[in-house]
Each structure stands twice: as structure tokens, then as C-alpha cells.
């Protein structure tokens, strides 16, 4: 039976997909395409079946340790099925959580749904409308359910801050937790991923009016050039978004407050400090 020995669950906008290429180019690990299956979480996935999923790792080489990397999994309350699925097919999967600054986490997720086209508008208002963006960052609450599971022995906590500080140290951390064959390192050679300082919105039909070479060719002679620059500029973000003082008041408090839980199933972890520089000290 082909199933994962270990999954990264989240969270999004994390690093996950850096880490998720490191333990891909590792000897003796195989990692899933697509990075995000996604199987436990959503609904028409999971319908697919189990050999649906198993096929995902069916290319394994016999013996290498095998892993998916889906941040839909801490992803309460959008996805509340999640460990009771994982948990009838993997009794004893090692898991690993990676975590961030939970406010620049809120941000760069406004970023990727604004660039997606699901939100825009009043940054505010678009958080309001969205109330799952700062749960997803409730690092405490979105783990809790996999502890009560599995129990603190099966799960790792690491942050994208210890992976940019000491990338070597913190990734020979990982590869231990993971029992990856001796001579494990991080690369250098690998470049991080799903990283972008552009910052541009996808459009309605964007394959077929922006993406298109003949529409493109078209769009050259028939639109004037200074149309086609407000068009641009209107699908590029130049700043990042700003949180008001208010709306960051209310996002420190509860991620504040969701801290304490995380710090009860993880005492002393590094991340307790590096990812919540807003605490009071």
C-alpha cells in the first residue's frame, strides 16, 4: 500500500513550498506531484478514493520515505473533516507544521487572494468579509485537533523565520524528526519557491485576452499604449497592504492569546519568540 510516512499540513503562505522542494531533491525521499493533493480536506478530492491517492506515490522508489505537503489541512473551519479522514488512514503519519509571523502570514495571504481576483477593495473590509484568513494564522487552535491525535511526539514545529535564520541547522532538525538517510543538508542550490515581490492580479479569461500571444499581438495595434498602462497598473500592486491600527490591535490580541495554547504543547520552542515580535516582553 502506497501512503505517506509524513505531511507538511500547513500552514499557507508559510514556506511550505520551499521546504516541500528541499525534502524533494533529498536522496531517498519522494514527494507528491501536485506538492498540494489536498486529499483530506476537501471534499470532491476525497471523493476521488483512496487509490486516487495512493497512486500519487505509486513512483516511490522501494524504501524511500514518503511525503505531500497540503496546507488545506490547518485550515479550520474551512475544512472541519480534515484529521477524521487523515486519521482513519494514517494512524502513525509524523507531521510536520510550519508557522510564521501570523500578521505578515494575514498579509501575504490578502496578497495571494488579491492576485487570485477574490479580494479587493478597502484592506479592512476585504478581512472582514474573510474572517477564516486570521483564523488560518491561530496557530494554537488549528493544531490543537492533530495533538489530541497524535500527540506532541508525531508532530514538528519549525517556522519560516528558523529556516531563513539558520537554514542548516533547522533543516538537519527536520531531516532527524523525519528519519531521512545520513547525509541529508539543505541545498543552496535550490531556490526558494512561491516567492514574488510582483505582485499582479489575474484577470477574468486572462489566458485568453492576456496570456494569449495572438490577443497580445491584437491588444499592440488596437489599444492605445496609455490605456494599456492604466490596465497594468490597475493589475499591479505597488505597496504592501497596510492593516489599520485598529484591525492590527484586534489580530495582535487573539493571535496573542492563541499563542498561549501553542506554547502549552510546544514550551520553549524558538518560534514562540521568533514568530510573535508584537508580544510584549
Not at 87 to 98: D, G, K, N, S, V
Not at 170 to 175: D, M, P, Q, T, V
Not at 220 to 240: E, F, I, T, Y
Request: hydrophobic share 40%; charged share 25%.
Amino acid at each position: 500500500m502506497s501512503l505517506p510516512d509524513f505531511l507538511i499540513i500547513g500552514a499557507m503562505k508559510c514556506g511550505t513550498s520551499t521546504l516541500q522542494a528541499q525534502l524533494a531533491c533529498q536522496s531517498g525521499v519522494f514527494m507528491t506531484t501536485p506538492k498540494e493533493p489536498n486529499y483530506f480536506s476537501n471534499d470532491e478530492i476525497f471523493a476521488r478514493g483512496p487509490d486516487w491517492y495512493q497512486e500519487l506515490f505509486a513512483a516511490a522508489e522501494p524504501g524511500f520515505l514518503k511525503g505531500e505537503a497540503s496546507t488545506h489541512y490547518t485550515k479550520l473551519p474551512t475544512y472541519p473533516r480534515t484529521l477524521e479522514r487523515m486519521q482513519a488512514a494514517l494512524p502513525e503519519p509524523r507531521l510536520i507544521y510550519m508557522i510564521r509571523d501570523p500578521m505578515t502570514r494575514a498579509v501575504s495571504h490578502y496578497i495571494h487572494e488579491w492576485t487570485e481576483g477574490r479580494l479587493g477593495g478597502d484592506v479592512d473590509e476585504a478581512f472582514r468579509r474573510t474572517p477564516e484568513i486570521e483564523s488560518y494564522g491561530c496557530y494554537g487552535m488549528q493544531i490543537a485537533p492533530f495533538v489530541s491525535a497524535y500527540g506532541t511526539n508525531r508532530i514538528l514545529l519549525t517556522s519560516l523565520e528558523q529556516l531563513t535564520a539558520e537554514p542548516e541547522a533547522e533543516f538537519s532538525r527536520i531531516a532527524a524528526f523525519l528519519g531521512l538517510p545520513e547525509g541529508a543538508a539543505w541545498r543552496h542550490d535550490v531556490a526558494a519557491q512561491n516567492v514574488s515581490a510582483k505582485r499582479t492580479r489575474r484577470l477574468p479569461m486572462q489566458g485568453l485576452l492576456i496570456d494569449n500571444p495572438v490577443a497580445r499581438r491584437v491588444r499592440h495595434v488596437l489599444v492605445p499604449k496609455r490605456v494599456r498602462a492604466w490596465v497594468r497598473a490597475r493589475r499591479s500592486m505597488a505597496d504592501r497592504p497596510e492593516l489599520s491600527a485598529d484591525l492590527k490591535a484586534r489580530f495582535q490580541a487573539r493571535f496573542i492569546e492563541d499563542r498561549t495554547q501553542l506554547a502549552d504543547f510546544f514550551p520553549g520552542h524558538p518560534a514562540l519568540d521568533l514568530c510573535y515580535p508584537f508580544v510584549p516582553r
